[in-house]
């Protein structure tokens, strides 16, 4: 008896302190120019996201610089800034995976989480596009679209391609959300 009593207190325990994935993050990700691949509920789950749809040859392609500064300021509090290059507009991101990569960091340092090309269009839309979409009722309609989560997993904020990421408006509400983040 007593050993059933303590595999059913073992389990309550796991039940309890298990993490819950939120569904915006529950998605394996390879990352950019890697074999591997990354869980995002695993790797960053409590965090503040901001997910970006990025391209090297586009008008926006200088939001890179913005979006290390915004990373680089404020990684310490919880936030990531989770880069996933696309071609889907455009052809503004034709390159290699390596490609790519080379270009993110030797022109703009790039130094944020990236991951393999992606596809953001409705038609087309990769699983993990598809789910911001739904959550935020729309789809990119360019480069550099940005999708806000807060650190519980849940949908925050949708940013159109021409708001820089360090606008005031896109800080305010990141600031905000990392406030409510325990690291």
Known sequence: MKIIL????????LQVN???????????????????QVNLCE???GKVLLVVNTASRCAYTEQYDSLEKLYTQYKESG??????????????EPGTEKEIKTFCE?????DFPMFSKTRVTKQNADPLY????????IY???NFHKYLIG????FVKSYNSSIDPMDEQVISVIKKELKKVKL
């Open 6 to 13: 303590l595999v059913v207190v073992l389990l309550f325990n």
């Open 18 to 36: 298990a993490k819950v994935c939120s569904e915006l993050l529950d998605f394996n990700v390879k990352t950019l120019n890697k074999s591997e």
């Open 43 to 45: 790797e960053y789950q």
């Open 79 to 92: 936030l990531v800034v989770l880069g996933f290059p696309s071609n889907d507009f455009g052809h503004q």
């Open 106 to 110: 030797m022109t703009y340092g790039v």
């Open 130 to 137: 598809k789910k911001l979409a739904k959550v935020s009722g």
């Open 140 to 142: 990119p309609q360019w």
């Open 151 to 154: 650190g519980d997993g849940e």
